[in-house]
C-alpha cells in the first residue's frame, strides 16, 4: 500500500509529465533557448548566442535570435523566426512574408 506522501509525488510527477507533453515544441524551445545555443559571434552584430543557418553555398553562418526576428528588409520586428535567404554578401538575411515574396520575386527576373 503506498503512503499518501508517495501518491501525492506520483500523481505530481504525472501532471508534470502530461504538462510538457501538452505544450509540445514551445516548452522545449524555451528550455533550450530555441537552438540559440552556439557560441559563435552574429554575423551581423557579434552578439551570441546564435543559432547555425547555412548559407545557399553549403557554409555555416551564426545570426543571433533579435536578428532572426527582424525584417532586414522594412526593418518590422516578429515574434517568431522569420525566411531567411543569402544575400549577396554571403550571410543570412531574414525577411516577414511580404517582404520575402518582394525579394523573390525581384531575384526571378
Not at 501538452?22 to 528550455?31: L, W
Not at 522569420?82 to 531574414?94: C, D, K, V
Request: charged letters at 20%.
Amino acid at each position: 500500500m503506498m503512503r499518501k506522501s508517495m501518491k501525492k509525488a506520483v500523481l505530481g510527477a504525472m501532471c508534470a509529465a502530461f504538462l510538457m507533453m501538452s505544450t509540445g515544441c514551445s516548452a522545449v524551445s524555451s528550455i533550450t533557448g530555441g537552438g540559440y545555443t552556439s557560441d559563435e559571434p552574429c554575423a551581423w552584430c557579434g552578439e551570441t548566442p546564435t543559432k547555425e543557418f547555412e548559407t545557399s553555398e553549403g557554409t555555416p553562418c551564426y545570426i543571433c535570435e533579435e536578428h532572426t526576428h527582424e525584417c532586414g528588409v522594412c526593418g518590422k520586428n516578429f515574434d517568431e523566426e522569420l525566411n531567411h535567404y543569402t544575400n549577396l554578401m554571403g550571410i543570412e538575411m531574414f525577411a516577414c512574408d511580404e517582404c520575402y515574396q518582394d525579394v523573390q520575386e525581384m531575384n526571378q527576373n
